[in-house]
C-alpha cells in the first residue's frame, strides 16, 4: 500500500491491492456506500458536513469533507473521498480536508504491517456548505 494519490482516499470491501491502487488505504471493508443508513445518505446529499475517522493500532487521522446532491452513495464496495468536485455512485464526500499522501504516515505504515483498520463515518446535521450548479 502506498498511499501516495493526491487527490483521492478509498476504502474497498476487495480484498487486495493493486500497485495502481495507490489511493486504497483500507481492504476487505465490512461495508460498501450502498449500506450506509438512509438518513445519514439524505443529510450527505443535502450538503452536510462528513467526517472519516481512520484508525489503527492506536494511530487515528481524520478527513473532513461535504456531501452533495449528485452523490449516488450507491457502490457497494468502494466509498471514496475526493478533494475535487466530482460526484459518481463511489464518492462519500467532496472538497475533502486529505487525500490518502496526506494521511499520518504512521497510521499508513500500521496498515501495512498488517494492522486491523478501524473505519468511522459521521455526519454532521445542521452544517451545510452552500451548493451550486457549478460544483458539478
Given at each position: 500500500?502506498?498511499a501516495r494519490h493526491?487527490?483521492?482516499?478509498e ?7 493493486t ?7 483500507a481492504?476487505?471493508?465490512e ?23 481512520i484508525?489503527?493500532a492506536?494511530?487515528c487521522d481524520?478527513v473532513?469533507g461535504?456531501?452533495?446532491?449528485g452523490?449516488g452513495?450507491?457502490d457497494?464496495?468502494?466509498m ?12 462519500l464526500?467532496i472538497?475533502a480536508s486529505?487525500?490518502a499522501?496526506?494521511?499520518?504516515r504512521?497510521l499508513?505504515?500500521e496498515i501495512r504491517g ?5 473505519v468511522l ?8 456548505v ?5 460544483l458539478?
Open positions: 500500500m502506498s493526491r487527490t483521492t482516499l476504502i474497498t470491501r476487495e480484498d487486495y491491492l500497485p495502481k491502487g495507490d489511493c486504497i488505504v481492504v476487505r471493508s461495508i460498501g456506500l450502498s449500506d450506509l443508513p438512509d438518513d445519514m445518505k439524505r443529510e450527505i446529499r443535502r450538503g452536510a458536513m462528513v467526517v472519516l475517522i484508525c489503527s492506536g494511530v481524520s473532513v461535504w456531501g452533495h446532491p452523490l452513495l450507491s457497494p464496495v468502494r471514496i473521498v475526493r478533494r475535487s468536485t466530482y460526484t459518481d455512485d463511489k464518492t464526500m472538497r486529505k487525500a499522501r496526506d494521511l499520518d504512521r499508513i505504515n498488517g494492522g486491523e483498520v478501524e463515518i459521521g455526519v454532521i446535521p445542521g452544517v451545510y452552500h451548493v451550486s450548479e457549478s458539478r
